[in-house]
């Protein structure tokens, strides 16, 4: 004989929830028998009726302390285990919630399935009824029965009672589900906070490799690339210095070739201090932002007013947002004839502001520049904020928090 | 015994060594001793008390300032040996504790700047001599943490003027760089120092420690 799927699976879940209901009876039950045993202690210690009452007393009290704890564990393997619902693991400190459920909501649940079993039980002998009748030996019947009628009904009742079992069990299940996850469970702005934090950790896990990474380049251009072409540049200006009676051909080769690998490192050096500079690491915001400054090609005034220097992140944001920012001027603020850069700290805020006389008219949304730059502060949680009205003059501001 | 000056060389990059070699030996100098970290220096140096120490700020072990403090060191132990610093960016603050102490012998130049190597031996030679060589790079970081008050009186020949005062070039070599005489220089000079209100001199190198001591930089 085949069973169908249909019926397999509700037998399936059936068996199921019955298993889970039963696991839960004892664990659910633990409680309450402690608290039985402590009150009955406690009675006698009161009436005085019992010597060693108050020396047992703390036993069951320490074990429902025990229990409220423990059981939080049993109860998680009991829903992964039988449900398939993984509940997270509670903090020691979230007392209220596992003291809630295991003295409390879990002895109310272990009452409904206390009387759920014993329905299905009595179900299950009703409907055994006319076996009883005729298996049990005549003597030890209380009273008989009749036959037809009487045995029939209770028959039916047991049917009946048994049919309503799935039922409450599978109602059962779900409730002991939703009270556990509303227990036990994380809550959505719980679930959310975590998640806040581990992104938070992560970005600045990825803001410090990549610090790392521009480090890591800055020195190996600098023993490698740098030197050697430090190295061309002398050795070619030697050969221009020394060789005087070359050709006037040969001469202007050599010439050229002091000319661009002078430019070669001119543009190495630059990219170098776009990416990390090494006097950020060594000496800090205010030593960077001078070396900045000064190359700029317009005047730029200069005030950096720092107690202390700020985290290695935020002075790598700070000193590109100053970089990109004096680039922004030279290139695009039309007569723009002087520039000022100022760098406060103010609690745990890092702020820096820059601002030109010239035209105005910038607009963040468009070049990839101040694009860039927006991005950078707002991977620290920065803060961008930019006033550049046409015809001048233009101020950005950004803050950057670093803890103190 | 025909006087030679001496140097000694200090740089942890062995391919730069050997072209700085080159160009001490080019400016008339005897190399006496090569080294390659602060501690190697400072033991030539104690040996061989040399005219000037040819020294790069980024060495062994820790690859940050060995160079600027070996440098402080010479200058306080031997006053007689003049020291020439060689650095990947320059520091503003790094110039200001080298003239502190001592009045010229001093020199802090970009590393890039021994390519040109014509303008690389004339201040080596100023600073062996007892003057200054200060790099533009230096002059002007200096300048921006004066950009205000008198300074905003001087006009811009003026202030291209008082950058190359500041490096520690003579009225010759300021008029050779300007393409102007040394007359016109004068003059912007005499300007400068009555604006700035800064005492006249006439050694150069006590010139070039009134500017930088107006900029912010020595005693």
Same mark, same amino acid.
């Given at each position: 004989?085949?069973?169908?799927? @249909? +019926?397999?699976?509700? *037998?399936?879940?059936? @068996?199921? #929830?019955?298993?889970? %209901?039963? &696991?839960?009876?004892?664990?659910h039950l633990v409680s309450p028998l402690l608290f039985t045993w402590a009150g009955i202690l406690l009675a006698r210690t009161l009436a005085a009726t019992s010597s060693n009452a108050p020396a047992i007393l703390p036993a069951p009290l320490a074990l429902l302390v025990v229990a409220g704890y423990g059981l939080t564990e049993t109860q998680r393997w009991r829903f992964r285990a039988l449900c398939g619902v993984d509940l997270p693991r509670l903090r020691f400190t979230e007392k209220k919630r596992q003291f809630g459920y295991n003295w409390l909501v879990g002895p109310l649940l272990g009452v409904l399935e206390a009387l759920l079993l014993a329905l299905a039980a009595a179900g299950l002998a009703a409907v055994l009824i006319l076996v009883w009748i005729w298996a049990i030996p005549w003597q030890w019947r209380i009273e008989h029965p009749g036959y037809a009628t009487r045995a029939t009904l209770v028959t039916l009742l047991g049917l009946a009672a048994l049919a309503a079992v799935p039922a409450l069990a599978a109602g059962l299940v779900r409730l002991e589900n939703i009270v556990g996850r509303a227990v036990l469970g994380v809550s959505w702005a719980d679930e959310l906070a975590q998640r806040v934090e581990d992104l938070t950790e992560s970005r600045a896990g990825a803001v410090d490799a990549a610090d790392a990474e521009r480090r890591r380049i800055e020195r190996d251009l =600098?023993?490698?690339?740098?030197?050697? +072409?430090?190295?061309?540049?002398?050795?070619?200006?030697?050969?221009?210095?020394? *060789?005087?009676?070359?050709s006037p051909a040969a001469r202007e080769? %050599? $010439?050229? &070739? =002091?000319? $661009?690998?002078?430019? &070669? %490192? $001119?543009? +190495?050096?630059?990219?170098? @201090?776009?990416? =990390?500079?090494?006097?950020? #690491? $060594? *000496?800090?915001l205010d030593a960077a932002l001078s070396g900045l400054a000064a190359r700029a090609p317009l005047p730029v005034r200069l005030r950096v007013d720092l107690p202390e220097r700020a985290g290695t992140a935020v002075e790598g944001v700070a000193y590109f947002v100053v970089s990109e920012a004096l680039t922004n001027v030279a290139k695009h603020a039309r007569e723009a004839t002087r520039a000022d850069v100022t760098v406060t700290r103010l609690g745990g805020i890092l702020r820096v502001v820059i601002a030109d006389d010239g035209m105005g008219g910038a607009d963040p949304a468009r070049g990839t520049g101040l694009r860039g730059l927006v991005q950078r502060v707002r991977s620290v949680d920065g803060t961008f904020w930019m006033s550049s009205p046409v015809g001048g003059p233009t101020m950005m501001s950004v803050e950057l928090p670093c803890p103190m | 015994m025909p006087d030679v000056k001496r140097a000694v060389i200090a740089e942890d990059s062995v391919l730069l060594r050997i072209g700085l070699v080159k160009v001490v030996e080019m400016a008339g100098f005897e190399v006496a001793a090569e080294?390659? /970290?602060?501690?190697?220096?400072? !033991?030539?140096?104690?040996?061989?008390?040399?005219?000037?120490?040819?020294? /790069?700020?980024?060495?062994?072990? /820790?690859? !940050? /300032?060995e160079g600027v403090r070996a440098a402080l060191a010479i200058r306080r132990e031997w006053p007689a040996t003049a020291v020439l610093l060689l650095s990947q960016y320059v520091e503003e603050r790094y110039a200001a504790d080298l003239l502190a102490a001592n009045t010229g012998g001093v020199g802090y130049l970009l590393k890039q700047r021994v390519a040109d190597v014509e303008e690389f031996i004339e201040a080596l030679r100023r600073v062996a001599a007892g003057g200054t060589a200060l790099d533009p790079q230096v002059v002007a970081q200096l300048l921006v943490r004066r950009a205000s008050d008198p300074l905003e009186r001087l006009t811009g020949r003026e202030r291209e003027v008082l950058a190359l005062m500041a490096e520690g070039r003579s009225n010759a070599g300021i008029a050779a760089q300007l393409v102007v005489s040394e007359s016109a220089v004068a003059k912007h000079i005499n300007s400068i120092l009555a604006k700035l209100d800064l005492p006249k001199a006439d050694a150069d190198h006590r010139r070039v420690l009134a500017v930088l001591h107006f900029l912010g930089v020595g005693g």
């Open positions: 004989m085949t069973i169908p799927p @249909r +019926l397999r699976r509700a *037998l399936a879940r059936l @068996r199921r #929830d019955i298993l889970f %209901i039963a &696991a839960g009876v004892p664990l =600098h023993d490698g690339a740098q030197q050697r +072409l430090v190295s061309l540049a002398l050795n070619l200006g030697l050969a221009k210095a020394t *060789l005087t009676d070359l080769a %050599i $010439e050229a &070739a =002091h000319r $661009e690998a002078k430019e &070669a %490192i $001119e543009e +190495l050096n630059s990219l170098v @201090r776009g990416l =990390h500079p090494a006097v950020l #690491d $060594e *000496l800090g | 080294a390659g /970290d602060a501690q190697g220096l400072l !033991t030539a140096v104690a040996a061989h008390r040399p005219d000037v120490a040819v020294v /790069d700020v980024r060495m062994p072990p /820790d690859f !940050t /300032d």
